[in-house]
């Protein structure tokens, strides 16, 4: 996606000229974004045009790169000094008298962590998102450390770093940076992107890539080795700063952040599960956490966010901005689970067959730390009814990173006293609402090509008998091997699959169970007396629904919740005899 209906406009400074594009009214909050090597601007057209709708948007090409002139000569025309005074110029020019908030990719991230941490732009920086590119400065303290109190650990973590910037070597060689760029590698670039990153091959990179990626070799050789030899002894933030890391970053360590917290007290610090050029794979996302930082920090009164809830769910910083769907989301499990991932800010999709508990079920998400939920009608046995909502929802919100398939129905009774109407009704809610919802949106996550995670809501009697549940339980012991077979075939992926098992969870399943071979007022009573039952046993959802945010950070794959859920499955594993024993008692009716 190219930038589309964008305002350019030329800005003089030290002798070039850079092209700046604009988005967005220009009333709103001012978004700045600056890219890194060797891209230009344009590696920020899916997320500007995501963030266009809510704010003012500039981007504009580093000098030598894109539409933006180069310097003569090149060398010593890339200073981190020089780049601060096209920065200051350019925001003089798009938001005068006003704070702008900026956002970093690579050498656009290194670059501006000096933006942040200068006195001269003091007061004119709201807010910093900072993305693959650390600051020189802080960069240089990290080894210097290292060095000078070595340990196995610190030695490990200088050795993998050095490892990692095998690039920046290369770029430090005369004349055979360019003669590739504009040779060979220049050409291959794209394709290169597309193999190893999954960077979808849609126009970019720009044209000018190799004039951009030789001339952009001077950042490297203008600022690397002199900075990290003399890092500033203050080069402590002066804006809020928020952190995201990619985890499959091929070129920085994590570690390369691990005394962030000296440069910048409150930092706030999330995770990607993705590789380096996330502008181009994760748009969605990071235009969900760029929005939600610039505004949570538009307003701010003695350092407090004025502007709604601000996540502070414990896994926020893995879950925050993601996209995560959950079917049944109205009501017990589903809606715990939906509120649990809201609390972690990421951003719900609430699915439910009933259009007023998915709605409520939203509107509180949004409430509790969601940076936006929505509402949606599908029932998960309707095959052509879960197309439909898969294309909807990659179509309205993007891809899905965590699917949640929750939607179930309750039935007792013995095998004999079970007719074909009911194992059909029960099959297709627990088992094939299940496969639809792995199908449409494990096919999507697998597509783009950047990992997900899938998880679904078993049983502990998938793998606990019962004579009493043998519809209910084939369903759920059918969940749980889809979900083991899946999670074999989509490893290769990078996408998780977790099967969760409770097992007595007080939620309203129970009074809306069916019990087979009685009449309705049986079939009433027994209705109570469950919900009675579950009711004193007080295990709560939202238990669950801790355990299934906490299996998928860990991407693990059979998760019993309950004591009696673990229980049943050591038996199972252990003594199978006794859980046979176990399931010819006759139940509490």
């Given at each position: 996606?190219?930038?589309?209906?964008?305002?350019?406009?030329?800005?003089?400074?030290?002798?070039?000229?850079?092209?700046?594009?604009?988005?967005?009214?220009?009333?709103q909050?001012?978004?700045v974004l600056?890219?890194?090597?060797?891209?230009?601007?344009?590696?920020?057209?899916?997320v500007?045009?995501?963030?266009?709708?809510?704010?003012?948007?500039?981007?504009?090409?580093?000098?030598?790169?894109?539409?933006?002139?180069?310097?003569?000569?090149?060398?010593?025309?890339f200073?981190?000094?020089?780049?601060?005074?096209?920065?200051?110029?350019?925001?003089?020019?798009?938001?005068?008298?006003?704070?702008?908030?900026?956002?970093?990719?690579?050498?656009?991230?290194?670059?501006?962590?000096?933006?942040?941490?200068?006195?001269?732009?003091e007061?004119?920086?709201?807010?910093?998102?900072?993305?693959?590119?650390?600051?020189?400065?802080?960069?240089?303290?990290?080894?210097?450390?290292?060095?000078?109190?070595?340990?196995?650990r610190?030695?490990?973590?200088?050795?993998?770093?050095?490892?990692?910037?095998?690039?920046?070597?290369?770029?430090?060689?005369?004349?055979l940076?360019?003669?590739?760029?504009?040779?060979?590698?220049?050409?291959?670039?794209?394709?290169?992107?597309?193999?190893?990153?999954?960077?979808?091959?849609?126009?970019?990179?720009?044209?000018?890539?190799?004039?951009?990626?030789?001339?952009?070799?001077?950042?490297?050789?203008?600022?690397?080795?002199?900075?990290?030899g003399?890092?500033?002894?203050?080069?402590?933030?002066?804006?809020?700063?928020?952190?995201?890391?990619p985890?499959?970053?091929?070129?920085?360590?994590?570690r390369?952040?691990?005394?962030?917290?000296?440069?910048?007290?409150?930092?706030?610090?999330?995770?990607?599960?993705?590789?380096?050029?996330?502008?181009?794979?994760?748009?969605?996302?990071?235009?969900?956490?760029?929005?939600?930082?610039?505004?949570?920090?538009?307003?701010?009164?003695?350092?407090?966010?004025?502007?709604?809830?601000?996540?502070?769910?414990?896994y926020?910083?893995?879950?925050?901005?993601?996209?995560?769907l959950?079917?049944?989301a109205?009501?017990?499990?589903?809606?715990?689970?939906?509120?649990?991932?809201?609390?972690?800010?990421?951003?719900?999709?609430?699915?439910?067959?009933?259009?007023?508990?998915?709605?409520?079920?939203?509107?509180?998400?949004?409430?509790?730390?969601?940076?936006?939920?929505?509402?949606?009608t599908?029932?998960?046995?309707?095959?052509?009814?879960?197309?439909?909502?898969?294309?909807?929802?990659?179509?309205?919100?993007?891809?899905?990173?965590?699917?949640?398939?929750?939607?179930?129905?309750?039935?007792?009774?013995?095998?004999?006293?079970?007719?074909?109407?009911?194992?059909?009704?029960?099959?297709?809610?627990?088992?094939?609402?299940?496969?639809?919802?792995?199908?449409?949106?494990?096919?999507?996550?697998?597509?783009?090509?950047?990992?997900?995670?899938?998880?679904n809501?078993?049983?502990a009697?998938?793998?606990?008998?019962?004579?009493?549940?043998?519809?209910?339980s084939?369903?759920?012991?059918?969940?749980?091997?889809?979900?083991?077979c899946?999670?074999?075939?989509?490893?290769?992926?990078?996408?998780?699959?977790?099967?969760?098992?409770?097992?007595?969870?007080?939620?309203?399943?129970?009074?809306?169970?069916?019990?087979?071979?009685?009449?309705?007022?049986?079939?009433?009573?027994?209705?109570?007396r469950?919900?009675?039952?579950?009711?004193?046993?007080?295990y709560?959802?939202?238990?669950?629904?801790?355990?299934?945010?906490?299996?998928?950070?860990?991407?693990?794959?059979?998760?019993?919740?309950?004591?009696?859920?673990?229980g049943?499955?050591?038996?199972?594993?252990?003594?199978?005899?006794?859980?046979?024993?176990?399931?010819?008692?006759?139940?509490?009716?």
């Amino acid at each position: 996606m190219s930038l589309v209906g964008a305002r350019e406009r030329r800005v003089r400074t030290g002798g070039i000229e850079l092209c700046v594009a604009e988005l967005g009214d220009e009333r709103q909050p001012t978004v700045v974004l600056v890219h890194g090597y060797p891209d230009s601007k344009e590696v920020w057209s899916e997320v500007a045009v995501r963030l266009a709708d809510r704010f003012h948007v500039v981007l504009y090409d580093v000098r030598g790169h894109g539409r933006s002139t180069a310097p003569r000569p090149l060398r010593g025309g890339f200073t981190l000094e020089k780049l601060t005074d096209d920065f200051l110029a350019v925001i003089d020019a798009v938001s005068p008298g006003e704070p702008v908030h900026l956002v970093g990719h690579d050498w656009g991230s290194v670059q501006s962590w000096e933006f942040a941490t200068v006195a001269r732009t003091e007061g004119r920086i709201a807010s910093f998102t900072s993305m693959s590119g650390p600051s020189l400065d802080h960069f240089g303290h990290w080894i210097k450390t290292r060095v000078r109190r070595p340990t196995p650990r610190r030695i490990g973590q200088l050795l993998g770093q050095g490892a990692k910037s095998w690039y920046v070597y290369m770029l430090h060689t005369p004349v055979l940076p360019e003669l590739a760029w504009r040779g060979p590698l220049g050409k291959r670039w794209p394709g290169i992107l597309q193999r190893l990153e999954k960077v979808p091959a849609d126009g970019y990179p720009t044209a000018s890539l190799p004039s951009d990626a030789a001339h952009g070799a001077w950042l490297y050789r203008d600022n690397v080795r002199s900075r990290l030899g003399r890092p500033r002894e203050d080069a402590y933030a002066h804006a809020p700063v928020q952190l995201i890391t990619p985890l499959g970053d091929a070129f920085l360590s994590e570690r390369l952040y691990d005394e962030l917290e000296k440069w910048a007290p409150n930092a706030v610090r999330r995770t990607l599960p993705a590789k380096h050029w996330i502008p181009r794979t994760r748009p969605d996302q990071l235009a969900a956490w760029i929005a939600e930082f610039v505004t949570a920090n538009e307003g701010r009164e003695n350092g407090v966010p004025a502007n709604g809830p601000v996540a502070t769910g414990r896994y926020a910083e893995r879950f925050g901005g993601q996209l995560v769907l959950v079917t049944g989301a109205g009501s017990g499990i589903g809606r715990a689970t939906a509120f649990a991932f809201a609390e972690a800010g990421a951003r719900v999709v609430a699915v439910d067959r009933d259009a007023e508990a998915a709605a409520r079920t939203a509107e509180m998400s949004r409430l509790i730390g969601a940076p936006d939920a929505w509402a949606e009608t599908a029932d998960v046995s309707d095959e052509q009814a879960m197309e439909k909502l898969a294309g909807r929802v990659a179509a309205e919100y993007g891809v899905v990173d965590v699917l949640v398939n929750n939607a179930g129905i309750g039935l007792s009774g013995s095998f004999l006293d079970t007719t074909a109407e009911d194992w059909r009704k029960v099959l297709d809610v627990n088992l094939w609402g299940v496969i639809h919802g792995c199908r449409l949106f494990g096919k999507q996550m697998a597509e783009r090509g950047q990992g997900g995670h899938i998880v679904n809501i078993a049983s502990a009697a998938a793998y606990m008998p019962s004579k009493a549940l043998p519809a209910y339980s084939t369903s759920k012991a059918a969940v749980l091997m889809l979900s083991e077979c899946l999670r074999a075939e989509l490893a290769g992926r990078d996408i998780g699959v977790s099967a969760i098992c409770p097992g007595i969870v007080n939620t309203n399943i129970t009074s809306t169970a069916r019990f087979a071979g009685v009449d309705a007022a049986e079939e009433q009573r027994r209705q109570k007396r469950s919900a009675r039952l579950y009711g004193l046993r007080n295990y709560p959802p939202e238990k669950v629904a801790e355990a299934i945010l906490r299996a998928v950070v860990r991407d693990e794959a059979v998760v019993p919740v309950t004591p009696e859920a673990r229980g049943a499955r050591l038996l199972h594993r252990f003594a199978p005899g006794a859980l046979r024993a176990i399931a010819r008692a006759e139940p509490p009716l």
